[in-house]
């Protein structure tokens, strides 16, 4: 028999508004601390330096964390001229610098060419693997990891202003995997400067946006004075995206078995299986077979 978690039985999603200087792991910390909940994980880290929306899954909801870390992603940040850092952020060492200042009119035309689908190289200060070690390691120890381009997608990238003549602020939607310390490292050089990330701000992670994101503070207020139904956000909230399948008791009670069912009509692909509203499965639909890929004991 597995060993029971301690902690209570909590599921569903928190969104935390993630102060600067906290580590992803922390706020998880922070969290569990709060609700007491036996399972808790954060979907998508974020840098120490950055702020915004970090959403928490507790209890059954990590079981639906996959579609929001591979989910559609918005950051407003602000890019500092002619500073290099080996971190691509402010937090980092100084390694090149230069005195070349870009103008707002070469800014805007520099970004056409980093909107689509681009090729982009990782940070060396990255969660990446290398040959099953974590770059950021590799980079602590002084190594320089090799890292491979690989395909990411912007679906926006704009200039908003420019404070002066050191500094420019950005927001950028895009999908997963895509690096903004990269970018505006990259965007720098197209521009023949040097460049990095001052400030960073998430608004948006997958379903989850700003509207949703309250403090750990406010949090611990919460939790004081309001029941947890009150204060979580479902488990099904990470799956908006997917379409749901409504299912009978039966069928209900043969995927939480973890027995496929026969539905006809239905279209191949990721559904949400449901009972009565409430979230059964996720499941996979091919030639009208449908199999539980994760069971929610909700």
Same mark, same amino acid.
């Not at 029971?4 to 706020?27: C, E, F, H, Y």
């Not at 035309?109 to 060396?124: D, K, M, T, W, Y």
């Not at 395909?151 to 895009?174: G, M």
């Given at each position: 028999?597995?060993?029971?978690?301690?902690?209570?039985?909590?599921?569903?999603?928190?969104?935390?508004?993630?102060?600067?200087?906290?580590?992803?792991?922390?706020?998880?910390?922070?969290?569990?601390?709060?609700?007491?909940?036996?399972?808790?994980?954060?979907?998508?880290?974020?840098?120490?330096?950055?702020?915004?929306?970090?959403?928490? &899954?507790?209890?059954?909801? $990590?079981?639906?964390?996959?579609?929001? =870390?591979?989910?559609?992603? #918005?950051?407003? !940040? /602000?890019?500092?001229?002619?500073?290099?850092?080996?971190?691509?952020?402010?937090?980092?060492?100084?390694?090149?610098?230069?005195?070349?200042?870009?103008?707002?009119?070469?800014?805007?035309?520099?970004?056409?060419?980093?909107?689509?689908?681009?090729?982009?190289?990782?940070?060396?200060?990255?969660?990446?693997?290398?040959?099953?070690?974590?770059?950021?390691?590799?980079?602590?120890?002084?190594?320089?990891?090799?890292?491979?381009?690989?395909?990411?997608?912007?679906?926006?990238?704009?200039?908003?202003?420019?404070?002066?003549?050191?500094?420019?602020?950005?927001?950028?939607?895009?999908?997963?995997?895509?690096?903004?310390?990269?970018?505006?490292?990259?965007? &720098?050089?197209?521009?023949? $400067?040097?460049?990095?990330?001052?400030? =960073?701000?998430?608004?948006? #992670?997958?379903? !989850? /946006?700003?509207?949703?994101?309250?403090?750990?503070?406010?949090?611990?207020?919460?939790?004081?004075?309001?029941?947890?139904?009150?204060?979580?956000?479902?488990?099904?909230?990470?799956?908006?995206?997917?379409?749901?399948?409504?299912?009978?008791?039966?069928?209900?009670?043969?995927?939480?078995?973890?027995?496929?069912?026969?539905?006809?009509?239905?279209?191949?692909?990721?559904?949400?299986?449901?009972?009565?509203?409430?979230?059964?499965?996720?499941?996979?639909?091919?030639?009208?077979?449908?199999?539980?890929?994760?069971?929610?004991?909700?």
């Amino acid at each position: 028999m597995g060993r029971r978690r301690k902690g209570r039985p909590l599921n569903g999603w928190l969104v935390i508004d993630k102060d600067g200087g906290m580590t992803s792991a922390q706020v998880v910390s922070k969290v569990r601390s709060v609700t007491q909940a036996a399972k808790a994980g954060h979907a998508g880290t974020l840098d120490p330096m950055a702020t915004g929306v970090l959403p928490i &899954a507790l209890g059954e909801a $990590t079981k639906s964390m996959p579609y929001v =870390l591979h989910g559609d992603k #918005s950051y407003e !940040f /602000t890019g500092r001229w002619g500073e290099a850092r080996d971190t691509d952020d402010i937090d980092g060492v100084i390694v090149d610098t230069s005195p070349v200042r870009p103008t707002p009119e070469q800014i805007n035309l520099a970004l056409q060419q980093f909107v689509g689908e681009i090729q982009q190289v990782p940070p060396a200060y990255s969660a990446v693997k290398v040959q099953g070690r974590r770059a950021y390691d590799l980079a602590r120890q002084g190594e320089v990891p090799e890292l491979q381009a690989r395909t990411v997608v912007v679906d926006r990238f704009e200039l908003i202003d420019c404070a002066n003549e050191d500094e420019a602020r950005f927001v950028v939607d895009c999908g997963t995997g895509t690096y903004v310390r990269a970018l505006i490292k990259d965007l &720098a050089v197209t521009l023949k $400067t040097v460049g990095c990330v001052s400030s =960073l701000r998430r608004t948006r #992670s997958g379903p !989850f /946006t700003e509207g949703d994101a309250i403090s750990v503070d406010k949090l611990a207020e919460l939790w004081q004075s309001a029941p947890p139904d009150e204060i979580l956000l479902p488990v099904e909230t990470a799956l908006v995206d997917i379409p749901a399948l409504a299912l009978t008791g039966p069928q209900a009670d043969r995927l939480r078995n973890g027995q496929a069912i026969r539905v006809i009509g239905i279209e191949n692909g990721t559904v949400c299986a449901t009972h009565e509203g409430r979230p059964v499965a996720i499941a996979h639909v091919e030639a009208e077979d449908v199999q539980p890929v994760r069971v929610f004991n909700l």
